[in-house]
């Protein structure tokens, strides 16, 4: 168990809905990451939080948003969604206070999204 | 921009042999570090190791090894007496940085697809 707790595990919608995924972080990390698995995109980086801050931005597209709230918790929002979104949707979290810095990223279970 | 490329799409092996798994990497900073992730069929990504740009020394842990070096900017991970349960898509990543861009974003392979046969 790595400690990175995504909710839901599997979550089947429609074309053109919203849907907001959840994580909640290990305990103390500070950073929180979003990466997208696609079978043809690969493992591609989303966006980055740090204790509530948007740190850096992948390739995330302008209808999906992303925000870090005070617990640290952080919430993944994908709306007018298409086919092509349909993927495995993955939280990572690192950088726990007074630890090493340069830590790897622990990732959560995933949340694989079935657009239809 | 950073690059990892990983060269073998599949492998297939059977149990006990020994297998490596290739990772080639491109970056221009002279901070970074190297990971390696697996994902079995359950779908999690595990981390197995980080390897820091200044530290060369190769290690083995058990049945794991793992050859850094620079000089090819390859990063080549090798399961000795594989078992049925080495089976999964193991990833290569990076990430860059120091400082404030410490705790930036991985930059993955495509992934390598090991199956090892009973």
């Known amino acids: 168990d790595s400690g990175v707790t995504q909710t839901p595990k599997h979550l089947i919608t429609a074309t053109g809905q919203r849907v907001t995924l959840r994580c909640s972080p290990r305990?103390?990390?500070?950073?929180v990451y979003w990466y997208q698995q696609s079978l043809d995109q690969g493992l591609q980086f989303l966006i980055q939080?740090?204790?509530?801050?948007?740190?850096a931005k992948g390739n995330i597209l302008e209808r999906f948003s992303a925000q870090q709230f005070p617990d640290l918790h952080s919430e993944l929002n994908l709306s007018s969604l298409e086919l092509g979104d349909s993927a495995l949707y993955f939280c990572?979290?690192?950088?726990?206070?007074?630890?090493?810095?340069?830590?790897?990223?622990?990732f959560g279970q995933g949340t694989r999204l079935t657009v239809v | 921009a950073q690059k990892v490329t990983q060269a073998q799409t599949e492998i297939s092996v059977v149990e006990k042999e020994d297998v490596t798994l290739d990772c080639v990497y491109e970056?221009?900073?002279?901070?970074?570090?190297l990971f390696w992730y697996k994902q079995p069929p359950s779908g999690e990504l595990v981390f197995l190791i980080r390897?820091?740009?200044?530290?060369?020394q190769n290690e083995i842990s058990g049945r794991y090894s793992w050859n850094f070096q620079k000089s090819t900017s390859s990063f080549n991970f090798t399961i000795t007496a594989s078992q049925v349960v080495d089976s999964a898509v193991y990833f290569c990543?990076?990430?860059?940085?120091?400082?404030?861009?410490?705790?930036?974003?991985?930059?993955f392979g495509q992934g390598t697809i090991l199956t090892v046969h009973p």
């Open positions: 990572a979290s690192s950088g726990r206070t007074g630890g090493n810095r340069n830590t790897e990223a622990f």
């Open positions: 305990s103390g990390d500070l950073s």
């Open positions: 939080y740090y204790n509530g801050e948007e740190r």
């Open positions: 970056t221009r900073d002279t901070t970074y570090y």
């Open positions: 390897r820091n740009s200044f530290d060369e």
């Open positions: 990543a990076l990430k860059v940085g120091t400082g404030g861009t410490s705790y930036g974003k991985l930059t």
